[in-house]
């Protein structure tokens, strides 16, 4: 058990670095930490913060996902929270803990569903599944959709995909199409992870 605490710790530091290293980050003055971000809040600028808030926000959903597929594979019964509260991964937990900041894993909303369904022609091509962040009075919002994944394995039996909106560590695993009529498609939006930083916090 220990092992595959170890293994999920590790997978959701080695998503951070890999998140951090791909997203783009602030640009900090020469002779400042980047990596301890030494400036106040005051001192970024918007467009700082949100560069910020997309990074961390990359970064919490790299370690939440490969997090899962270790999951998934292993079913440790001890881990299921992790499964049905993401924001409790020590990793995430850190990341959440120095931002102040919330998570929220949402279902797509009707007309979100519609979008997503509906085909793609000339004029009208499928939403985008790259992050976004917005911005309100008090936060940046950063909002990622929630695709459907195959499971970390070389040949899997069905169920071979991942779906992870699932709050349960034995529904983790889903029928794709050749499995059974009514399953998944390798990317298929399912819902969005949502997380919520304090302007103050940044």
Known sequence: MADIFKRIVTGGLFALACACADSPKP??????VSGSLVRSPAQLSGRD??????????????????SFLLLAERQPQAEALFVAQPDKL???????????????RMP?????????????????????????????????????PIQVRRRNCASCEEP???????TDLHQLRVFSTQGKPEGYEVGAVTGKWVIHFPKQGL
């Open 27 to 32: 640009e900090i003055p020469p002779g400042e």
């Open 49 to 66: 913060q949100e560069a910020l808030a997309l990074t961390v926000g990359d970064s919490i959903v790299h370690s939440i996902e490969s």
């Open 90 to 104: 020590p990793a995430v937990q850190v990341l959440l803990e120095r931002y102040n900041a919330q998570l929220e």
């Open 108 to 144: 797509l909303s009707q007309k979100e569903e519609k979008r997503w369904k509906r085909p793609s022609s000339l004029f009208s091509g499928k939403p985008s599944t790259q992050a976004l962040v917005k911005e309100n009075v008090s936060f940046y919002v950063y909002q990622r």
């Open 160 to 166: 071979s995909l991942l779906n992870f909106m699932a």
